[in-house]
């Protein structure tokens, strides 16, 4: 009886685990792109109200009010560019037949993390925080005065964001390698290229796009 | 229904079938048989392939039975048929030699 219990806690614990590091085994093709694409736009919405940019596959910039729209473009931009390369990575190395709507389904639900971060930096505290520092480092007077809380508020913001762009990172992965049924060395090298290719590329299409529009 | 064990539980390597017997006559062969090449495969794998086959080849009602996603079996199907690839070489040439 102990032993079944303990069995079932185990199944249960491991469930719970690859529900959070590799949901893409339950998860792929439409049911993913319909899930990833709302979270994105809902991104979208909370980085606008707190003026977040997510402008860079894995950049997070707060403090620059935009139109409303560019806040879930920069997340469509950033998921697009990166489901491009891995999908033709994956057609030179995957030895499987794989299709899309996968890649792109998993790729833009493993971007559910920011939308933690999109919330996570929704009080101002980070904006007055994140000038203050950037005055004293420019060796400026700061504008506005910081207390304690704010600084606290910072903290926690910065090391979920952390955490979130780490995590957002294995996801990535877990999608790529499942989707493209690809494993080892070659699945990793080519997805750390994609990564550091796309996010070159997203900043060269972004920061343009923001500076046209303010 | 007893479970057919296809490798050894103390080495791990592939079991050979040593012994055959018609259950009307009693009449029993003895030798040293490979088993056919999906024999060779896990139980798991060998459940795998039975609903594959019940599903008529379906790779989404696999799916759906398994609450899997598509690329998991999809996947899960690859790895089995690069297993059959290995191990079923050697068997299938045996079984066109005895043919």
Not at chain 1, 14 to 38: E, H, I
Request: with cysteine; glycine share 6%.
């Amino acid at each position: 009886m102990t032993e079944i219990s303990l069995n079932s806690e185990t199944s249960t614990r491991n469930r719970l685990s690859q529900w959070l590091f590799n949901p893409f085994m339950f998860v792929a093709g439409l049911p993913a792109l319909s899930a990833g694409l709302a979270i994105i736009l809902i991104s979208g919405f909370f980085c606008w109200l707190g003026s977040t940019h997510f402008d860079g596959v894995l950049d997070v910039h707060t403090g620059l009010a935009a139109q409303w729209w560019i806040f879930p473009a920069e997340g469509l931009i950033d998921w697009i560019l990166l489901a491009i390369p891995l999908f033709f990575f994956g057609l030179i190395i995957s030895k499987s037949s794989f299709r899309l709507i996968d890649v792109f389904g998993t790729q833009a639900l493993a971007r559910w993390p920011y939308l933690i971060t999109a919330v996570v930096m929704l009080p101002s505290a980070n904006l007055k925080v994140g000038n203050f520092v950037f005055a004293r480092l420019a060796q400026t007077t700061p504008v506005v005065a910081v207390n304690l809380a704010d600084i606290f508020i910072f903290a926690v913001a910065m090391l979920l964001g952390i955490l979130m762009a780490v995590w957002m990172v294995v996801l990535m992965y877990r999608a790529y390698s499942v989707s493209c049924n690809v494993k080892g060395t070659k699945a990793i090298a080519t997805f750390i290229i994609a990564l550091i290719g796309t996010e070159i590329i997203s900043k060269v299409i972004i920061l343009p796009l923001i500076n046209r529009v303010i | 229904m007893k479970i057919l064990p296809t490798t050894c539980p103390a080495c791990n390597e592939q079991l050979k079938v040593k012994s055959l017997i018609c259950e009307n006559c009693s009449t029993e062969i003895q030798g040293s048989y490979d088993l056919p090449p999906l024999g060779q495969l896990s139980i798991d794998d060998q459940l795998f392939l039975l609903d594959f086959i019940k599903t008529s080849g379906s790779l989404k009602d696999m799916a759906g039975i398994l609450k899997l996603s598509y690329p998991t079996v999809r996947n899960r199907l690859d790895e089995i048929i690069e297993r059959i690839k290995l191990t079923g070489n050697a068997g299938k040439n045996n079984m066109e030699k005895n043919l």
